[in-house]
């Protein structure tokens, strides 16, 4: 048995007896067994593309056939992390290199994701970088290259994931955001109660960090080092922004809306959501049915939830049999999500049935604009999401329109033309964006594929 393989082997969870698999499962374990794993390039090696190497390792029928790693420093820890001997790591420069390093089941490590994504032995890629402007380049050239693309760069879906969406439909491609994180959690439970008959009334997930919008990376540096986090990143959860992103990719994949530019961020906890998150001739805080929504009260994150109405009487009655309330609001819960170790099932599920765990509707229904974080003055450069320029704002998509709002993903490397006071949204009339990106070459595209005129 190759060393690599053999390594891989030992290390997965437990010792107990194997017992018989099915349904996915079954498939990934045939595919293993007539050595024709999913083979996954991940394009990233940072805290997201680390689980995944690790997730991957610890399961049968997949295999990670790839990492891009620009540096070429994250890539070989992320290996050792998995438990890997790093001689099982491999940089590989060119496509024939890749092609012998697969074949003696070792893991390429590649500099330029284009060499990556294009090889003929990839079967999916999983984008991990975070950055909107990865996520458009990558995701047109693997789905150019016919592959199937996961997008763990949430930030990219809410920009233009209908676009990416659209072009992997014509190519016959999967496109799907990945498993685990928020917005596949809560679409799990959706398509669940929708299922069953059952309208939503509202849907979305516990704040899992402290609310502050004034947040920059240098308070929270430290806190960042002891989590192992890029503290950018930790503040793109702390100052809400990633919330919005997240509220509104699910939005934009169900047709829920945010009720209000922002949400209204209750603090209830998980007893009270069916009483809160609902109408407000119900006793809420809604002025509609139909909504995506967070709370900062305790208890329910890291879980995420879907309120739905269960109107009749009989259907009630059984409901309150089983301890759940007299309705007619009822929450859905769970309580947990696996962020990065749930992806490569996405991966597994395109690759084996074609299918989309999570994708955006044909248009968007929400927009993930920008409020100022202070005061900017004319001829300031922007900064990335996560810094000290401006943070996410969640708005229905006709609001964000009417309102000039840009889309947070075009704001990094973009120069302020006009002052902006702090709190105040971020318009096209206010920054110049930066035009020679693949991000604003395919978002003019989206919009006039909507019949849109041109957001910047």
Known sequence: MDLAVEKKVSLRSGDAPRISATGLAADLARRADENRPVRICVIGAGEMGTDLVVAISQMRGVELAAIVDRRLASAPAAIAMAGYDLQTGVVCDNSAAMTAAIEQSRIPIVQDAHQALSHDLIDVVIDATGRPEAGAEFGIATLEAGKHLVMMNVEADVTVGAILQDMADRKGLVYTV??????????????????????????????????????????????????????????????????MV??????????????????????????????????????????????????VGKGVAPGIFVVAE???????????????????????????????????????????????????????????????????????????????????????????????????????????????????????????????????????????????????
Request: overall charge negative.
């Open 310 to 456: 269960m109107a009749h009487p009989r259907i009630r009655e059984r409901m309150n049999d089983l301890h759940l309330g007299e309705g007619p609001y009822y929450t859905f819960y769970r309580p947990y999500h696996l962020t990065s170790l749930e992806v490569p099932l996405s991966a597994a599920r395109a690759v084996l049935y074609g299918t989309s765990d999570m994708k955006p509707l044909p248009r968007p229904v929400a927009e993930v604009g920008a409020l100022a974080k202070r005061d900017l003055k004319a001829g300031e450069m922007l900064d990335s999401i996560g810094e000290t320029c401006y943070r996410s704002w969640a708005m229905k998509a006709q609001d964000a329109r009417a309102d000039g709002a840009l889309p947070v993903g075009l704001l990094d490397g973009g120069q302020v033309v006009n002052d902006i006071p702090k709190g105040s949204l971020i318009t096209r009339h206010d920054v110049q964006v930066r035009t020679d990106t693949a991000l604003y070459k395919l978002r003019l595209q989206q919009d006039a594929w909507l019949g849109y005129e041109a957001c910047a």
């Open 178 to 243: 990945g498993a685990g994180d928020e917005p596949s959690s809560v679409m799990e439970l959706y398509d669940f109660v929708t299922a069953l008959g059952y309208p939503v009334v509202a849907a979305g997930k516990g704040k899992n960090n402290a609310f502050n919008i004034d947040a920059v990376p240098d308070d929270y540096r430290a806190e960042a080092e002891r989590r192992n986090m890029n503290p950018r990143m930790l503040v793109e959860f702390v100052d809400g922004s990633k919330t």
């Open 246 to 295: 997240e509220m509104s990719c699910i939005a934009n994949a169900t047709g829920l809306v945010p009720d209000i530019s922002g949400m209204h961020g209750p603090d209830c906890g998980l007893d009270d959501l069916h009483q809160t998150l609902c109408p407000k001739e119900d006793g809420g805080i809604l002025s509609q049915k139909g909504c995506v929504d967070f709370t």
